[in-house]
């Protein structure tokens, strides 16, 4: 049984440049959420998609967008890259319909941003 | 104020300590209270999952939840150097409802 897996896992930008990463949630889950971890910081909340829709949004500019495909998988994309934007991008997938239910990330993509 | 604060660290102990980690909550609203292990380069991994109060069990961690206080600790008794990893602790409101992350701290096991 597949896990939550990303890709790539490792790329570098410059400033300005735009970048898309992609996901696959685990099998049986609909549900994918973003967070984007810095270096020494805990994962923080960028947005949540379910029925491709984005459902919930974290504090994070218009330059951060998704979407969500019919096979549940999800791609971030950010552009106008800011040196700030540098950080391990984490995709979590749940199935929504699971009260509580639990969140499985993936290994993460580490952008650089020069 | 943070919503979630976690103690800072690194923390260093030798293998077979008793190791205590701890968060404190500000938001009223959180209810489900989790701790997360992060090897390096790697994403992190659900270790414990919490609703009320009081205290749950898995093996060697503990998992303890005091709301009137809003303090959320993780112990883990004969740790091993396996166990050297950053811990993040996490709460959220209910279902489908974002995660908060703490800062995370890093705990080293020495042989």
């Known amino acids: 049984d597949a896990g939550v897996t990303q890709s790539p896992t490792h790329l570098i930008k410059t400033r300005g440049q735009q970048v898309t990463l992609r996901c696959s949630p685990k099998?049986?889950?609909?549900?994918v959420s973003w967070y984007q971890q810095a270096l020494g910081q805990g994962p923080q909340f960028i947005f949540q998609y379910y029925e491709e829709e984005e459902r919930q949004r974290g504090n994070f500019p218009d330059r951060f967008s998704g979407h969500q495909f019919p096979n549940y998988s999800s791609e971030l994309n950010v552009n106008a890259l800011l040196l700030g934007d540098s950080a391990l991008y984490l995709c979590?997938?749940?199935?929504?319909?699971?009260?509580?239910?639990?969140?499985?990330f993936g290994e993460g993509s580490r952008l650089t941003v020069l | 104020q943070k919503e979630v604060e976690q103690d800072p660290g690194p923390l260093s102990v030798p293998e077979g300590a008793i190791v205590s980690l701890n968060c404190t909550y500000s938001n009223s609203a959180f209810q489900y209270f989790m701790w997360y292990r992060q090897y390096s380069r790697k994403g992190p991994e659900l270790l414990m999952y919490?609703?009320?109060?009081g205290n749950k069990e898995d093996g060697r961690f503990t998992a303890q939840v005091d709301k009137s206080s809003k303090y959320i600790s993780l112990f883990i008794r004969d740790s091993q150097p396996s166990d050297s990893a950053t811990y993040l602790c996490a709460t959220h409101t209910g279902a489908n409802s974002k995660l908060t992350f703490g800062k995370g701290i890093t705990l080293s096991v020495r042989p």
């Open positions: 919490t609703y009320s109060s």
């Open positions: 099998s049986g889950h609909d549900t």
């Open positions: 979590a997938s749940s199935l929504f319909l699971d009260n509580p239910g639990e969140l499985f």
